[in-house]
Nanobody, 118 residues
Framework: VQLQASGGGSVQAGGSLRLSCAAS????????VGWFRQAPGKEREFITG???????YYTDSVKGRFTISRDNAKNMAYLQMNSLKPEDTAVYYC?????????????WGQGTQVTVSS
């Protein structure tokens, strides 16, 4: 599975962005999909995941503001980000794995930069 993330950009605090993750090579309907982010000087962080059967995970810092979704017919995944904060500034990556939501992610897209200004 090849993944390509897009949709990053620069927004002011309180704004919204929707990231997209396009999968190719094979259907990823049976894969868990996740979004990670890495801020400057920090480790990469798993922020949300969505299993093939609809189970979700959100890290506390994004609960209630971010929503992960997928459209298996289009082989796409999305991350809707609302009420953005400057601390959300990071490079965001989509990833997938065939085993499950909280398993190691094997397939990665390139990052997309999100910058939130105060």
């Amino acid at each position: 599975v090849q993944l390509q993330a897009s949709g990053g950009g620069s927004v002011q605090a309180g704004g919204s962005l929707r990231l997209s993750c396009a999968a190719s090579g094979r259907s990823f309907s049976n894969y868990a999909v996740g979004w990670f982010r890495q801020a400057p000087g920090k480790e990469r962080e798993f922020i949300t995941g969505l299993s093939w059967n609809g189970a979700t995970y959100y890290t506390d810092s994004v609960k209630g503001r971010f929503t992960i979704s997928r459209d298996n017919a289009k082989n796409m995944a999305y991350l809707q980000m609302n009420s953005l904060k400057p601390e959300d500034t990071a490079v965001y990556y989509c990833a997938a794995n065939p085993l499950g939501l909280m398993n190691e992610y094997d397939y990665w897209g390139q990052g997309t930069q999100v910058t939130v200004s105060s």
